[in-house]
């Protein structure tokens, strides 16, 4: 099994790019985010609870985020390997991660990291905002929230995989395309 952490800040391109790496790799993609907007959009007790703290830029708590993963890890017994877009953001995330792969007989094979500037990462989501519908893509204040959220909160993570010698940084600047270039590289050679 190949288990990648996709990592970065919001507007970073993890969603972007976790498309790219699913096809080539042949991966189950799994986003937390995607799952709590579908979730509020069909209006769920999940979907209800959860909005409340992504509107204001806030992390849901971890024993809901954690749930929600085990139970979308089950979905896919069949799974070559996942890619985990915005899921760890804290140390009990990553240990609850690192149990249930364990389980299951795998582990998380590397963290990538995207690298991308403050500056362009606000001009990403105000330009997304205009086509999202997301609300915490809508206002300015929260968008800085939530990249105020993960400079406190989800970088230190990266201690965390480094500790383990997965932690792997990839310039997350330029078009798409160049930055898929990079992350199958970075992939390719850390698989060889
Ligand atoms: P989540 O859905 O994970 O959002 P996020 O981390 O804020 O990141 P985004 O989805 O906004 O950005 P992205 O890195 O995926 O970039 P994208 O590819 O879309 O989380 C949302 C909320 O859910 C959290 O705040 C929290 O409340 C809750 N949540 C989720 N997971 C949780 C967890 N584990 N624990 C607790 N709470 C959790 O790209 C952004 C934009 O830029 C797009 O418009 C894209 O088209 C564009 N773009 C991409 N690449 C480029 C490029 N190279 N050049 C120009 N534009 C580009
Ligand atoms: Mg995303």
């Known amino acids: ?14 969603g972007t790019q976790a498309e790219m790496l699913v096809t080539k790799y042949n991966l189950c993609h799994l986003s937390t985010g995607d799952v709590f907007r579908y979730n ?14 992504m509107d204001q830029g806030k992390l849901v708590p971890d024993e809901v985020t954690i749930k929600l993963l085990i139970s979308e ?5 069949q799974a070559e ?9 804290t140390t009990p995330q990553a240990e609850a991660l690192d149990k249930i792969l364990t389980e299951r007989g795998t582990s998380i094979n ?17 330009n997304r905002a205009l086509s999202s519908g997301r609300a ?19 970088f230190p993570l ?21 930055i898929t270039a990079r992350l199958f590289e970075t992939i390719d050679l850390a698989l060889a």
């Open 110 to 126: 590397m963290m990538i990291a995207l690298d991308v500037e403050k500056a362009e990462l606000t001009e990403r989501l105000k």
């Open 40 to 53: 509020i959009k069909n209006e769920t007790e999940l979907g209800v609870l959860a909005k409340g703290f």
């Open 136 to 154: 915490d893509d809508a206002d300015p204040e929260i968008i800085e929230n939530r990249i105020k959220v993960y400079m406190d909160e989800t």
């Open 81 to 89: 390997g996942f890619i985990f877009d915005g899921f760890p953001r």
């Open 73 to 77: 890890v089950e979905k896919n017994p």
């Open 158 to 178: 990266k201690e965390f995989y480094d500790q383990q010698g997965k932690f792997i940084k990839v310039n997350g600047h330029g078009t798409i395309e160049d």
């Open 1 to 14: 099994m190949l288990n990648i952490v996709l990592f970065g800040p919001p507007g970073a391109g993890k």
